[in-house]
């Protein structure tokens, strides 16, 4: 399934971002990606966005991180919310989202989009993310204040990434 809208956030006690996905019939489900997971996933990203040359290309791809980098840090959409315990839906209460570790990310590139395909154990399908080039570098600017807010280490991250200021941990983060 195909998720519609994301929130990103790190949850000091898993000590693991986690994905709040919603999909177009409603349903929100929380993947859970560990520091190890994250790690091999960010060179093929950074690679789809880093600037290849030095030429006004390179100033242009440069000023437009900084461009998402500003929009993910004046976010102001509502987040996406696991229904409230006891919450009802018709006559029925809701169930909280279904919830997992994801094990896998295969990557699908496009020229114009990115896909995350999420699996968790057993390479079992979970969910399917899919990026604009623009709202990918939102993204990893999103991952880049909450890898820095883990106080995980950031030689995965190249230097023009490093140099632009960080989000505090109050900062909303959502996408």
Not at 23 to 28: K, L, Q, S, V, Y
Not at 129 to 152: C, D, M, T
């Amino acid at each position: 399934m195909q998720i519609q809208k994301i929130t990103t956030r790190y949850s000091i006690y898993q000590d693991r971002l986690s994905i709040d996905g919603q999909f177009a019939n409603g349903e929100i489900v929380r993947l859970w990606l560990t520091y190890r997971l994250m790690r091999e996933l960010l060179p093929p990203l950074l690679k789809l966005i880093t600037p290849q040359a030095k030429t006004e290309a390179k100033a242009a791809i440069l000023a437009e991180w900084a461009l998402s980098h500003a929009r993910s840090r004046q976010q102001s959409e509502k987040p996406v919310s696991p229904p409230a315990a006891g919450a009802e839906k018709g006559s029925r209460q809701s169930p909280p989202p279904a919830s997992c570790l994801v094990s896998a990310i295969e990557l699908k590139t496009t020229p114009k989009s990115v896909t995350l395909a999420f699996k968790r154990w057993g390479n079992h399908p979970v969910a399917d993310l899919a990026f604009k080039p623009e709202h990918l570098r939102q993204w990893l600017s999103i991952v880049y204040g909450l890898w820095n807010q883990a106080g995980w280490p950031d030689n995965e991250w190249p230097d023009w990434v490093k140099k632009m200021p960080t989000l505090k941990p109050d900062d909303v983060i959502v996408h």
